[in-house]
T-cell receptor, first 114, second 111 residues
Framework: DTEVTQTPKHLVMGMTNKKSLKCEQHMGHRAMYWYKQKAKKPPELMFVYSYEKLSINESVPSRFSPECPNSSLLNLHLHALQPEDSALYLC?????????????FGPGTRLTVT | GENVEQHPSTLSVQEGDSAVIKCTYSDSASNYFPWYKQELGKGPQLIIDIRSNVGEKKDQRIAVTLNKTAKHFSLHITETQPEDSAVYFCARGEYGNKLVFGAGTILRVKS
C-alpha cells in the first residue's frame, strides 16, 4: 500500500480566514513533504519534515505554518492568505530524508483564496 | 538546485505508437531519477525510477534509460493507450531526498 491521503479535497477561504490542510500516511515513512503546485507547473517544495522535525523550509511566507504531530500526520495551517496562494497543495512521504527513497504523493487539496 | 530540462513540452501520438520524453541535467552528483504521471485533478503518481548504477529499467510498457556521461535520461512508453494521456514529470534527486522537477510534458494519445 502506497497511499497518502489528504483532506479536504477542495477548500475555499477568504483572506481573513484560518484553515488547516491535513495529510496522513500509514506506510511507516519518516519523511513527509508539503508541495505547492500551480496550473501547468511542476510541484514546488515548501517544507520537509524528517522524524517529526522540520528539516527544510524553502523560504515559505509565515502565513503558511506546518505541523507534524506524529509520524503519520502532517498539517498545514493557513492564515491571512493572498489570492496568489490559490493552488493545488500536495503532501508526499518517503521512507526517510537521508537517502534517495521513492516519494509518494497524495491527491492534493485544491485551495482557492477569495 | 540546478534545473532539469524536459522536452518536448507537448507530445501527441496515435494510439499504439511509442512516446519518448527526454530530460537533461547538469549536476553530476545526481544519482536518482524518478518519473511521475499526473492525471487531471490528481496528485503525481510515481511510475518508474532509475538509479545511477543501472542504464535501463523496464516495467511492462514503460522503460527508462539513463546516460550518466551525457547527463540525460528518457522515458519510453510503447503501445500507447488513451489512458496514458497525462502530464509526465521527470525529476532528479538532490542532497538527501529533495527532488528537482522538469517542467512537464503533456502527452496526448489519440484513438
Amino acid at each position: 500500500d502506497t497511499e497518502v491521503t489528504q483532506t479536504p479535497k477542495h477548500l475555499v477561504m477568504g483572506m481573513t480566514n484560518k484553515k488547516s490542510l491535513k495529510c496522513e500516511q500509514h506506510m511507516g515513512h519518516r519523511a513527509m513533504y508539503w508541495y505547492k503546485q500551480k496550473a501547468k507547473k511542476p510541484p514546488e517544495l515548501m517544507f520537509v519534515y524528517s522524524y517529526e522535525k522540520l528539516s527544510i523550509n524553502e523560504s515559505v511566507p509565515s502565513r503558511f505554518s506546518p505541523e507534524c504531530p506524529n509520524s503519520s500526520l502532517l498539517n498545514l495551517h493557513l492564515h491571512a492568505l493572498q489570492p496568489e496562494d490559490s493552488a493545488l497543495y500536495l503532501c508526499a512521504s518517503s521512507l526517510s530524508f537521508d537517502r534517495e527513497h521513492e516519494q509518494y504523493f497524495g491527491p492534493g487539496t485544491r485551495l482557492t483564496v477569495t | 538546485g540546478e534545473n532539469v530540462e524536459q522536452h518536448p513540452s507537448t507530445l501527441s501520438v496515435q494510439e499504439g505508437d511509442s512516446a519518448v520524453i527526454k530530460c537533461t541535467y547538469s549536476d553530476s552528483a545526481s544519482n536518482y531519477f524518478p518519473w511521475y504521471k499526473q492525471e487531471l485533478g490528481k496528485g503525481p503518481q510515481l511510475i518508474i525510477d532509475i538509479r545511477s548504477n543501472v542504464g535501463e529499467k523496464k516495467d511492462q510498457r514503460i522503460a527508462v534509460t539513463l546516460n550518466k556521461t551525457a547527463k540525460h535520461f528518457s522515458l519510453h512508453i510503447t503501445e500507447t493507450q488513451p489512458e496514458d494521456s497525462a502530464v509526465y514529470f521527470c525529476a532528479r534527486g538532490e542532497y538527501g531526498n529533495k527532488l528537482v522537477f522538469g517542467a512537464g510534458t503533456i502527452l496526448r494519445v489519440k484513438s
